[in-house]
C-alpha cells in the first residue's frame, strides 16, 4: 500500500500520528479555512495520485465537520487517490433509528448512505447499535468496529478495588456484559424512561446485596448528562457513594462537567472525543482494525 494520513480535526493528531506510524504512511497536511461569508477553503498539500488514503476525523459536532469531509473526499478523488477509508472514533447520528414520531426523518440511514457513497471502508469505536444489529444494516461499505470494553476493563481494575458495573439502561447491557466478562466485574442494568432530550427517569430493583461495592457508571454516551445525573441520584437514593461515570464518548459540555462533579462522580471518557476527561486510551484497537481492514 502507498498510504497517505489526512487529519481533518487537531484533537484527533495523536491517533493520527499513531496510524501514520504503524501503517507507515506520511501524515500529509490539509490546509482549510473559512471565508468571510462563512463557506469553507480546503487544500491538500501533496499530490495523491495513486494513493491509498486514510481520513482521520472524529465525528462529534458533525454538522460542522461533514461538508469539509466531504470537500476533502471529493478532492483526494479528484487527484487519482486509489482508496479513500474513514477512521471516526466516534460515529455521529447513530441514536435516530426509527421513526418515533410521523414524519420525522430517519437520519441514522441518511447519514450512513453519504459515508457509504464516499467511502471505500470504515473503523469507528462502540456505535450506538440499539434497534440495529451491526453497522452493516444501514453502512453499505466494509467496516470494523472497535471494542473500549478490554481498555475500559483494565482500567476500572487499576483504579477501582471493588467496583460494581451500573448501567443506567437495558441498551447498556452490551457493553457492561463484555467489559465483566473480560474483567469478572459483576454487573446490573437500571431501566430508564426518556421523555425529552433532558427529561430522564430511571429505576431499578432492590440491590442491597450490593452494598460495600463502589458502583461504576458505564455508559456509550455522556451528552447532556442527564442520563449520569438521573442515576447518580438512584444510586445515592440506594445508599451508595457517588459513583464514577465512565462514559464511551465525551459528547457533553463543559457546564454538564462540572454539574457531575458537583454531584459527586469522578467523570472518565475515552479518547474517541477529546475532552479533559479522556483517561482511557483507544488508540491501539483503532490500529489494530485500521490494518486488519486494509490487509490486501
Ligand atoms: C442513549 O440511548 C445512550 O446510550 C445514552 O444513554 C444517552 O445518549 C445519554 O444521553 P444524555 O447524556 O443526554 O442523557
Known amino acids: 500500500m502507498n498510504t497517505r494520513i489526512y487529519c481533518l480535526d487537531d484533537h484527533n493528531e495523536a491517533l493520527a500520528q499513531a496510524v501514520s506510524t504503524r501503517m507507515t504512511g506520511a501524515c500529509i497536511e490539509v490546509v482549510s479555512r473559512t471565508f468571510p461569508d462563512g463557506e469553507s477553503y480546503l487544500r491538500i498539500t501533496e499530490d495523491a495520485k495513486g494513493i491509498d488514503a486514510i481520513v482521520v476525523c472524529s465525528l462529534d459536532n458533525p454538522n ?64 450506538h447499535l440499539h434497534r440495529y444489529n451491526s453497522l452493516d444494516e444501514i453502512y453499505s461499505i466494509p467496516n470494523r468496529v472497535v471494542s473500549s470494553a478490554k481498555a475500559i476493563a483494565c482500567w476500572i481494575k487499576d483504579q477501582v478495588e471493588k467496583p460494581l458495573l451500573v448501567g443506567p439502561d437495558s441498551e447498556s447491557a452490551q457493553w457492561l456484559s463484555e467489559i465483566s466478562d473480560l474483567s469478572g466485574i459483576p454487573y446490573l442494568c437500571l431501566e430508564k424512561i426518556r421523555s425529552g432530550d433532558r427529561d430522564v427517569a430511571v429505576s431499578g430493583d432492590d440491590f442491597s446485596q450490593w452494598h460495600g461495592f463502589e458502583p461504576i457508571l458505564v455508559d ?54 477529546f475532552h479533559h476527561s479522556n483517561s482511557i486510551d483507544v488508540n491501539e484497537g483503532i490500529v489494530t482494525a485500521i490494518k486488519e481492514i486494509t490487509r490486501p
Not at 478523488?77 to 426523518?105: H, W
Request: charged share 15%.
Open 64 to 127: 460542522e465537520k461533514v461538508l469539509q469531509l466531504l470537500f476533502l473526499v471529493d478532492a483526494l478523488k479528484d487527484m487519482g487517490a486509489k482508496s479513500i477509508g474513514l477512521v471516526a472514533p466516534y460515529l455521529a447520528y447513530m441514536r435516530q433509528d426509527i421513526r418515533f414520531n410521523p414524519g420525522e426523518a430517519i437520519s441514522s440511514k441518511t447519514f450512513a448512505a453519504l459515508i457509504s457513497q464516499h467511502f471505500d471502508w470504515m473503523v469507528t469505536v462502540d456505535p
Open 220 to 273: 456509550d454516551i455522556i451528552s447532556s448528562g442527564h442520563t449520569m445525573l438521573e442515576t447518580i441520584t438512584y444510586l445515592k437514593n440506594a445508599g451508595f457513594s457517588a459513583p464514577v461515570c465512565i462514559g464511551i464518548h465525551a459528547l457533553f459540555n463543559d457546564a454538564t462537567y462540572l454539574e457531575l462533579q458537583r454531584a459527586g462522580a469522578r467523570v472518565i471518557t475515552c479518547n474517541t472525543v
